[in-house]
């Protein structure tokens, strides 16, 4: 038995856990290493930009609102989910660390998918705010109010702790006894399942019920809301108010496309087509990365609140900063 491998019998079966995985990445791509650059680049302005977001809704008091409660569990999801994975793929490409020990590997899997499903369903929440106060303006500050959205994202985090915690767990029930290469970037859990000799079968439902209920259900239900948002707008008579009221929703609707479309994308292409590894791993990457890097910016200049706050900010610090100097 190879070096690398634990076996243990259980049951007159051979049982085998891997010490460690191997990451395979891209293959023959020239000068691969300015890729790895750009994602370092990616996660420093992410960084910068959800804290900074973060900042603003904590200091600034009047964007202590059921709204801003949402855009800081998005921001707080974006960073903790570029942390999980963008350090990680460049220590284990750029520094050449391909090899991942099994415990690792199931923990970097772990938080990854956990906050992306976070993220996804933040979205959800964020539709929802947006279905009230366009369909139900009067009843708006009653329904939405800051106890029912922390209870929304608060149910969020625990069901996707369950879901992720079982669609992960299921992992240490296989036997790993031929390849320990990971065709991917990452320790993602459909290359790596796939790697087990014995049946895959109940990890294959679970990774398709986790698809369904983080990838399909939000979009779904993101679309549903538009649609009876649409309607309400059809019913107001001026065109200046049904513009007013759409302006409220371009971040949220900018927000949407760039965390799903490429996802959806690339999800078909792979059903449909024979997609070449490599596109997969960049489109695969991008997706994961480029959406937590453009949610702070837009946020930041597609609302006024968010700018005027920045502003304000800004302001009360230079005059700080200028009493402190005549006060000397």
Partial sequence: MAPDKKAATISNVTFVRPAKFYISGFTNIPHVTYFYIFLCFVYIMTVVGNVLLLSVIFLVKTLHTPKYMIVFNLALTDLCGSTALIPKVLDTFLFDNRYIVYEACLSCMFFVLYFGSV???????????????????????????????????????????????????????????????IQSFY????????????DTSLNY????VVFIIIICCP?????LTYVCIAIALSRIASHKERVKALKTCTSHLILVAISY??????????????LHPNARIINSTLTHTIPALLNPIIYSLKTEEVLNSIRKICKNSRLLNTNTVLNC
Avoid: E
Wanted: charge should be positive; hydrophobic fraction near 55%; include cysteine.
């Fill in 187 to 198: 320790c993602d859990h459909g290359p790596t399942y796939r790697l087990a000799c014995n």
């Fill in 219 to 223: 979009p779904l239900l993101i679309a």
């Fill in 119 to 181: 993220q996804s369903w933040t979205l959800v929440t964020m539709a929802y705010d947006r279905f009230i106060a366009i369909c139900f303006p009067l009843r708006y500050h009653s329904i939405v109010t800051k106890p029912a959205i922390a209870a929304m994202l608060l149910f969020v985090w625990v069901v996707m702790l369950s879901l992720i915690s079982c669609l992960v767990g299921l992992l240490d029930r296989l036997s790993f006894c031929g390849s320990l290469v």
């Fill in 205 to 208: 439902t679970m990774a398709n």
């Fill in 261 to 274: 479309l490429p996802l959806l994308g690339t999800n078909i292409a792979v059903l449909t087509s024979s």
